[in-house]
């Protein structure tokens, strides 16, 4: 049976593999072999020098050497059929036909079940269901892998079929990853490269890790298990052979991107944030896959990797800081919202959608230890996050960031010449911070108290506009518009009321208020002090003067036409007061799209 498969014999005709064209003549080969071992085993008792022995050690030689073909065979034709993604997505390796035997029984009629020492089978299969032709030919191709690889290693071959095992399907890793775009950028080419190129390699880096870990190296992984399962030492050298390299390799991108300091800034924050999120979430399969001694390597660099961009984070959230401090731009015209705080709080919210990689990043590193102030400055009671010390780390540090904000903003306000413009500002920007936070992730991070108490101070700063801008007109008119005064003092009243009303008027024209239901809420807060009491006056004093005088003159305006005016302020142009130059922070930024 052996010398009729000897290759030699063969060597002027086209290979024909045995475990394609003739499977049953396959499963005497490999049984033939378990026999010629037994009798190896037997001869080397009797005596090392013994003729059949020799003759035996000729036939394992030409045995071997068509097995080691039809291994090689077998791997390169089956690449399609034994691609990761097939493998991977097995419900069980338990479930696999992991003999090719099983695939016999359907063939070739009834026989006597070999009792010969070969390695142990699994157990019988429960009742077959229905797959598909892919997965039929997948799991033929396992199982015959699976098969010859028993024989190999039974027989004490077991290197030469990993030495063929490792030189197919380390090069399809390799290729794979190619296609992948993963490649091998060091830091200083990073920091050489146009943050859009780099950019996109991040994003293909994001796409190919989960495919790699899922799919590819997980594949890999089963498929090793179950073709060497015989031998779970060598099933573990083998894939760790294959994969080693190409997954340290993997992982040395994002701690690459973390050591480039020279290109990191406040808007690639959002980027190393992916890179750590990918590794993290990643994490458990990479521990499954990885799971052996001598893959520890490839642990490592990903620990690595989380270790580099974590202090890329923090070095970037301080530069983000800083950027606040120092900003220097022109304070908008009509008291809006400042880019500043545009940019500022897509920032944070944005930062607020990364809050389970930030917690880890930034816990070692508490915000209490850098500033003077109360560490309950920084904590709501109604935050949310409990006794989470990781989330009320991240909880402190967007309280901060928002404070260094305000604090600048505060300087801002200062800047204008009008008191009342200065509060309009505060209050815009401020409702502005509090919208953005209610509205969004960070509303359960800062927690409802803390909403609460800024919110207040936004009308605080409302109250005081309204007290700076309109107090002139509101005292203009008598505590009682009701009172007996002669026409004289009431016409000195009209007069003053209106020179008050008109100089507000043209200066608060121009001022803005972009929230809809803040202009809304301040626009009848100012109705309610002016219009009740001129109408009063109004109504008590007009008929004190006749038109033989001049009415018009003195009586300029009927109550509707000052709720018409004050319908008309905090509108301004379309951009007035926001679209301010603001070179610090380009609005090419992707924080500046859907926000």
Same mark, same amino acid.
């Given at each position: ?5 000897? $290759? ?43 003729? +059949? ?17 039809? =291994? ?5 034709? &089956? ?11 097995r419900s069980s390796r338990a479930s696999a036909r992991t003999s090719v035997s099983d695939f016999y029984d359907d063939e070739a009629s009834e026989e006597e079940e070999s009792s010969t020492a070969t390695p142990p089978r699994t157990p019988p299969r429960s009742p077959p269901q229905e797959i598909s032709e892919a997965d039929r030919a997948s799991e033929i191709a396992m199982a015959d892998l699976k098969s010859i690889a028993d024989c190999m290693i039974a027989s004490?071959?077991?290197?030469? !079929? ?14 794979? $990853? ?79 991107? *973390? ?50 961009? /974590? ?8 530069? =983000? ?24 709080? +897509?920032?944070?919210?944005?930062? /607020? ?30 935050? *949310?996050? /409990? ?19 305000? !604090? ?55 109250? &005081? ?35 008050? =009303? ?41 008929? &004190? ?8 003159s003195i009586v300029r305006y009927a109550p509707e036409d000052l709720d018409n005016y004050l319908s008309d302020l905090f509108f301004a142009a379309a951009g007035t007061g926001t679209s301010v130059s603001y070179g610090s922070y380009p609005e090419s930024s992707s924080l500046y799209r859907g926000r």
């Amino acid at each position: 049976m052996i010398r009729k498969w000897d $290759l030699d014999a063969h060597r002027h005709e086209k290979f024909s593999p045995l475990f394609v064209d003739d499977r049953a003549e396959a499963k005497r080969f490999i049984e033939a072999i378990d026999g010629l071992r037994r009798a190896m085993h037997y001869y080397v008792k009797l005596t090392s020098g013994h003729e +059949n022995l020799v003759r035996a050690q000729n036939l394992m030689q030409i045995a071997i050497k068509r097995l080691e073909k039809e =291994f090689y065979f077998s791997l390169s034709a &089956n690449r399609k059929n034994l691609d990761s993604e097939s493998v991977s997505g097995r419900s069980s390796r338990a479930s696999a036909r992991t003999s090719v035997s099983d695939f016999y029984d359907d063939e070739a009629s009834e026989e006597e079940e070999s009792s010969t020492a070969t390695p142990p089978r699994t157990p019988p299969r429960s009742p077959p269901q229905e797959i598909s032709e892919a997965d039929r030919a997948s799991e033929i191709a396992m199982a015959d892998l699976k098969s010859i690889a028993d024989c190999m290693i039974a027989s004490g071959y077991g290197k030469e !079929c990993v030495r063929i095992y490792k030189l197919i399907r380390k090069s399809i890793i390799d290729e794979t $990853l190619y296609y992948l775009g993963v490649g091998n950028l060091n830091s200083s080419q990073m920091q050489k490269m146009e943050w859009n190129v780099l950019e996109a390699k991040i994003k293909s880096w994001l796409h190919a890790v989960k495919v790699a870990v899922k799919t590819l190296f997980t594949g890999e992984r089963i498929l090793c298990d179950i073709v060497f399962s015989s031998s779970e030492k060598i099933a573990e050298s083998c894939f760790a052979e294959i994969s080693r390299d190409a997954a340290v390799n993997l992982f040395s991108f994002p701690e690459n991107f *973390g050591k480039s300091k020279k290109i990191l800034s406040p808007e690639k924050l959002f980027r190393a944030l992916d890179l750590y999120e990918a590794i993290c979430d990643l994490w458990p399969e990479i521990e499954a896959v990885f799971s052996h001694d001598s893959l520890s390597a490839v642990k490592s660099e990903a620990t690595a990797a989380l270790v580099k961009l /974590g202090e890329a984070v923090r070095t970037m959230l301080a530069q =983000f800081e800083a950027a606040i401090q120092k900003d220097s731009s022109k304070i908008p015209t009509g008291g809006g919202v400042h880019p500043l705080t545009r940019y500022v709080m +897509n920032f944070l919210v944005f930062l /607020g959608d990364y809050s389970g990689a930030l917690s880890d990043i930034i816990a070692d590193s508490p915000v209490g230890s850098q500033t003077p102030l109360p560490e309950s400055y920084f904590l709501s009671p109604t935050s *949310g996050v /409990g006794d989470d010390s990781s989330a009320a780390s991240i909880t402190a540090r967007l309280a901060w960031l928002i404070l260094v904000l305000l !604090c600048k903003l505060d300087g801002k306000a200062v800047l204008y010449n009008d008191v009342a413009l200065s509060y309009l500002f505060l209050a815009n920007n401020l409702n502005y911070v509090v919208s953005k936070i209610r509205n969004s992730n960070l509303g359960l991070l800062m927690g409802a108290d803390w909403i609460w108490k800024n919110r207040s101070k936004v009308n605080q700063y409302m109250a &005081n506009y309204e007290r700076m801008g309109w107090s002139k007109v509101i005292s203009s008119l008598p505590e009682d518009p009701t009172a007996e005064i002669t026409p004289e003092e009431a016409k000195e009243r009209f007069t003053r009321f209106y020179l008050g =009303f008109e100089e507000a008027y043209r200066k608060q024209v121009s001022w803005v208020i972009p929230d809809p239901k803040l202009r809304d809420e301040v626009k009848v807060a100012l109705a309610k002090k002016i219009v009740p009491g001129y109408r009063a006056f109004y109504r008590m004093h007009r008929g &004190n003067f006749n038109r033989d005088i001049g009415i018009e003159s003195i009586v300029r305006y009927a109550p509707e036409d000052l709720d018409n005016y004050l319908s008309d302020l905090f509108f301004a142009a379309a951009g007035t007061g926001t679209s301010v130059s603001y070179g610090s922070y380009p609005e090419s930024s992707s924080l500046y799209r859907g926000r």
